[in-house]
């Protein structure tokens, strides 16, 4: 490992035991699919991206995460969650999913965040891999009437005197 390597490791947060939770749980939120030739959240890249967005979050990940490993321990026989079989981790992963657990909402929300901006994600979408501003992206017309519950609603804000 070079010295850049040690370096930008050690600036990750987490430690080592923790990150390797995190990037089973992660691969198993969004696995990699071959069909798409889309890799999976769990890729170096994208995972790298998950631990610095994820840095201002680093006591609740460890909270969540140690939380987890511990569940995984007692629910089965001792073992943790990262050496769990496929299949035991993909049902815990389901499990969590269902619980409105802050950790869980803001780890699935990086997650998708890293993971829809890896270039190689969006080609396999189908989508040029850039920012959407200045060009934009053409949205197909759709249907106004769909805004009429907001239109109805009014204003939610009220004027400033100013």
Known sequence: MSNEETLLASDLPLSEPQREILRTLIGSII??????????????????????????????????LEDIDQQAIRDHDGVGFAALSETDRRAMAEHLSRTLNPFLRTLVSITAQCYYRDDRVMQALGMEPRPPFPKGFTIEEGDWTLLEPVRRRGKLYRDVDG
């Open 31 to 64: 696995p990699a699919s071959r069909d798409y030739d889309a890799p999976g959240a769990d890729d170096p890249l994208i995972f790298k991206d998950i631990l610095v967005t994820a840095r201002s979050y680093t006591d609740m990940f460890e909270a969540g």
